[in-house]
């Protein structure tokens, strides 16, 4: 069941890599970073992904990431998938899930064994607005 909305985040693509082409399998890097808001705790975050497209217009994809509290006293790091598709020429949106671990005992802490689901975009000028909900 979706729970309360836990995040909003603003970021920027800071670089994209081709990582294969092997058998005509496309499989691009991107990584960027972001600052956004968990339950009012201010937060900086750097995430690489990789995404590979699929039969039907989808494309799949892989990540990771760790997330800093502004003050840089807190940490959590997560794992997530997620299936984007072109919304229009130049931007993509994925929706997808995040598995996070921390060893936080302070603001942060309810991000342990958190799962949430997630909605981020990317345009052509590198802009990555992301939302993501509490999966209860």
Known sequence: MLGDQIDEEKGKITSQ?????????LKIETSFSATGIYRGVET??????WASPRPGGAIYGEGKGVLMSK???E?????????GRFTSPGKIR????LFFNTPSTGKLAFLNNLVDVF???ADELGNTPAKAWEWK
């Open 17 to 25: 890599r081709v990582l294969d082409v092997e058998g005509g399998v």
């Open 75 to 83: 940490m959590a790091i997560w794992t997530g998938q997620g299936i």
């Open 44 to 49: 900086t975050a750097t995430v690489t992904y």
């Open 94 to 97: 994925f929706t997808g899930s």
């Open 71 to 73: 003050d840089g006293q």
């Open 119 to 121: 909605e981020y975009e």
